[in-house]
């Protein structure tokens, strides 16, 4: 399923431009900046999933520790996908199907070359490397001083891949808000992120851990 392998990262680095946040760079940052003073990141994604038909709800528990570049990603909803596991690091993505019982193992350039729908999110709080890959452009800018709000827009440097649409604010330099677009503009994923925490004591083995009876599938 794309969009799973679509979802991985919210947090991206770029080179500092400026002291302010006045380009998608310097927000990028920033946010890059929070994630490495954080030993790990936990928060909630809930939304609509609408490719292929009636939208359905998501919801998305994500768990990582940036300075090993490791997130898990749990799926409570769709119903098609509850249950399922994404665990992915900065070598290959491990994807638990809990309706098979099974795990694919896929490297993570093969993942992020195959997602299709603008932003792959395969390095969820491993913010290094997204300026190889996409164009940024600061979309626009609202709320006041201290409470401003920064909407990014990133497009794939190759390929006929739809973009993405990220919402930063500058209290605590986190995402608020994601969007995933066809080739067409149409709309295919919208999260909200939620219960945003830093330093909450999670742990490599944790965010690892996959049942020990899942068969495993290398691709």
Same mark, same amino acid.
């Given at each position: 399923?794309?969009?799973?392998?679509? $979802?991985? $990262? =919210?947090?991206? +680095?770029?080179?500092?431009?400026?002291?302010?946040?006045?380009?998608?760079?310097?927000? &990028?940052?920033? &946010?890059?900046?929070?994630?490495?003073?954080?030993?790990?990141?936990?928060?909630?994604?809930?939304?609509?999933?609408?490719?292929? +038909?009636?939208?359905?709800?998501? !919801?998305?528990?994500?768990?990582? /520790?940036?300075?090993?570049?490791?997130?898990?990603?749990?799926? %409570?909803?769709?119903?098609?996908?509850?249950?399922? /596991?994404?665990?992915? !690091?900065?070598?290959?993505?491990?994807?638990?199907?809990?309706?098979?019982?099974?795990?694919?193992?896929?490297?993570?350039?093969?993942? @992020? @070359?195959?997602?299709?729908? +603008? =932003?792959?999110?395969?390095?969820?709080?491993?913010?290094?490397?997204?300026?190889?890959?996409?164009?940024?452009?600061?979309?626009?800018?609202?709320?006041?001083?201290?409470?401003?709000?920064?909407?990014?827009?990133?497009?794939?440097?190759?390929?006929?891949?739809?973009?993405?649409?990220?919402?930063?604010?500058?209290?605590?330099?986190r995402p608020t808000r994601v969007q995933? $677009? !066809? %080739?067409?503009?149409?709309? $295919?994923? !919208?999260?909200?992120?939620?219960?945003?925490?830093?330093?909450?004591?999670?742990?490599? %083995?944790?965010?690892?851990? =996959?049942?020990?009876?899942?068969?495993?599938?290398?691709?």
């Amino acid at each position: 399923m794309g969009v799973k392998k679509t $979802l991985l $990262l =919210l947090a991206l +680095g770029l080179p500092f431009a400026s002291a302010g946040a006045q380009t998608a760079q310097d927000v &990028v940052y920033k &946010v890059n900046q929070m994630q490495k003073n954080a030993r790990d990141v936990t928060f909630r994604l809930t939304g609509t999933l609408s490719a292929g +038909g009636t939208p359905q709800k998501m !919801d998305i528990r994500v768990r990582s /520790i940036p300075s090993q570049g490791l997130a898990r990603m749990e799926f %409570a909803a769709p119903a098609s996908i509850a249950g399922d /596991i994404i665990v992915s !690091d900065k070598n290959e993505v491990r994807q638990y199907f809990s309706l098979t019982n099974q795990i694919a193992v896929t490297p993570v350039n093969k993942a @992020a @070359a195959s997602t299709g729908l +603008g =932003l792959d999110f395969v390095q969820v709080g491993n913010a290094a490397n997204l300026s190889d890959s996409y164009n940024l452009r600061l979309l626009g800018v609202s709320g006041g001083s201290g409470s401003r709000v920064f909407q990014l827009e990133a497009s794939p440097k190759a390929g006929n891949s739809g973009k993405s649409r990220i919402w930063v604010t500058e209290q605590g330099w986190r995402p608020t808000r994601v969007q995933m $677009l !066809d %080739a067409r503009g149409q709309v $295919l994923v !919208d999260l909200s992120v939620s219960a945003f925490k830093t330093n909450s004591g999670v742990t490599s %083995a944790v965010l690892r851990a =996959l049942p020990k009876s899942a068969r495993i599938v290398r691709q």
